[in-house]
C-alpha cells in the first residue's frame, strides 16, 4: 500500500523558515517525480515544485521561486521542502503527491493528507 | 502561470451527464496531452480520477471520461451519482516546466 505522510508544518512569522518532509512506502521510491501541492484554507489546489526522479529535473511555481528548495533523498524514501522568507500568502494545507512519470511533473496518483503551514505574526 | 479557468459550479440530477471545462492557453492545455482531472471531497485529499486527457486509472468508474479540443479540456460524468458531489480540478503541463492547476469547479448532486 502507497503511503505519503508529511511532517514539519506549524506556526511561523513572516520571513521565517520551516522545512517539510514526505517519508514514502509501499512503491518503489526512485522510480517517480515528487511533487508539492499545496491548498490555502477554502481555496483551490497550486503546484508548488517538482523534482524527477534523479533529481536532475526541478521546477518551481513563479509564487515561490527562490524562497523554497524541492530536494529528495533516494536512500530515505524522502522528499524535502525548505521554504525560506516565508510570507503570509503561504499559508496552506502542504501535500505531498506522487507522480505517475519518473520525470517532469505529469500526474499525481498519490496523495498524502497534508501537513499545514501557517505564517503569521 | 495563471490558473485554468473552470465553471464554479455544475449541477445535475441522479442519473444526468454533467460536463466540467477546463480552458487554458496554447502554453499549456493546447500544448500537451497532459491534461488530468482530480476529486477531492471535503476534508480529504485529492484523487485522480483522469490523466492525459482521457485515461482512467485503475478502480476509476468507467462514468468519468475526459476529452480536449484546442486549449479546452473536458470532464464528463454520466450516470451521476450521489457521491460524485464534490470539488473538481484539471491540471495540465506547461511550456515552462511546471504543472497548473485549474480554479476548481463544486459539482452539487440535486
Known amino acids: 500500500e502507497v503511503q505519503l505522510v508529511e511532517s514539519g508544518g506549524g506556526l511561523v512569522q513572516p520571513g521565517g523558515s520551516l522545512r517539510l518532509s514526505c517519508a514514502a512506502s509501499?512503491?518503489?521510491?526512485?522510480?517517480?517525480?515528487m511533487n508539492w501541492v499545496r491548498q490555502a484554507p477554502g481555496k483551490g489546489l497550486e503546484w508548488v515544485s517538482g523534482?524527477?526522479?534523479?533529481?536532475?529535473?526541478?521546477g518551481y511555481a513563479d509564487s515561490v521561486k527562490g524562497r523554497f528548495t524541492i530536494s529528495r533523498d533516494n536512500a530515505k524514501n524522502s522528499l524535502y521542502l525548505q521554504m525560506n522568507s516565508l510570507r503570509t500568502e503561504d499559508t496552506a494545507l502542504y501535500y505531498c503527491?506522487?507522480?505517475?512519470?519518473?520525470?517532469?511533473?505529469?500526474?499525481?496518483?498519490?496523495w498524502g493528507q497534508g501537513t499545514l503551514v501557517t505564517v503569521s505574526s | 502561470q495563471s490558473a485554468l479557468t473552470q465553471p464554479a459550479s455544475v449541477s445535475g440530477s441522479p442519473g444526468q451527464s454533467i460536463t466540467i471545462s477546463c480552458t487554458g492557453t496554447?502554453?499549456?492545455?493546447?500544448?500537451?496531452?497532459?491534461v488530468s482531472w482530480y476529486q477531492q471531497h471535503p476534508g480529504k485529499a485529492p484523487k485522480l480520477m483522469i490523466y492525459?486527457?482521457?485515461n482512467r486509472p485503475s478502480g476509476v468508474s468507467s462514468r468519468f471520461s475526459g476529452s480536449k479540443s484546442g486549449n479546452t479540456a473536458s470532464l464528463t460524468i454520466s450516470g451521476l451519482q450521489a457521491e460524485d458531489e464534490a470539488d473538481y480540478y484539471c491540471?495540465?503541463?506547461?511550456?515552462?516546466?511546471?504543472?497548473?492547476f485549474g480554479t476548481g469547479t463544486k459539482v452539487t448532486v440535486l
Open positions: 503527491a506522487k507522480d505517475i512519470s519518473s520525470g517532469r511533473p505529469k500526474s499525481f496518483d498519490y
Open positions: 509501499g512503491f518503489t521510491f526512485d522510480d517517480y517525480a
Open positions: 523534482i524527477s526522479w534523479n533529481s536532475g529535473g526541478i
Open positions: 496554447s502554453s499549456d492545455v493546447g500544448a500537451y496531452n497532459s
Open positions: 492525459d486527457v482521457s
Open positions: 491540471s495540465s503541463h506547461t511550456n515552462s516546466n511546471t504543472e497548473v
